[in-house]
């Protein structure tokens, strides 16, 4: 399990504790963390999840898919630290990840 916060655009946080194996965007939906719509439930076919992911953090985290990146690239608030929520697993090696939502996801 790993304990991940959420800052929305209006500065708010919201910390919850996300288990294994769910995708970060699975733990944002079940605990409404606002911004994080999550429209396609998953099928990295929106951008409804998008977050933005500090820079000490993009190492531990898989890779991009091509899938994701094509996603990622027709949203127009992203940037080069933009990644769908849907497409990061949880583990504890994400206990302590601060995610930023955009403004976009108000």
Not at 9 to 30: C, F, P
Not at 60 to 83: G, Q, V, W, Y
Request: net charge negative; proline share 6%; with cysteine.
């Amino acid at each position: 399990m790993a304990k991940i916060t959420f800052e929305t655009a209006d500065g708010q946080e919201h910390t919850i504790d996300i288990a294994n194996g769910l995708s970060i965007m699975e733990g944002a939906v079940r605990n409404m963390v606002p911004g994080i719509d999550a429209d396609c439930g998953g099928t990295c076919s929106c951008a409804t999840c998008m977050v933005y992911v500090p820079s000490e953090w993009a190492d531990k985290l898989p890779p991009k898919k091509s899938d994701e990146e094509a996603m990622i690239e027709f949203c127009p608030h992203h940037n080069e630290t933009s990644r769908l929520s849907c497409q990061i697993d949880v583990s504890d090696a994400l206990d302590g990840l601060r995610l930023k939502v955009p403004e976009s996801q108000r």
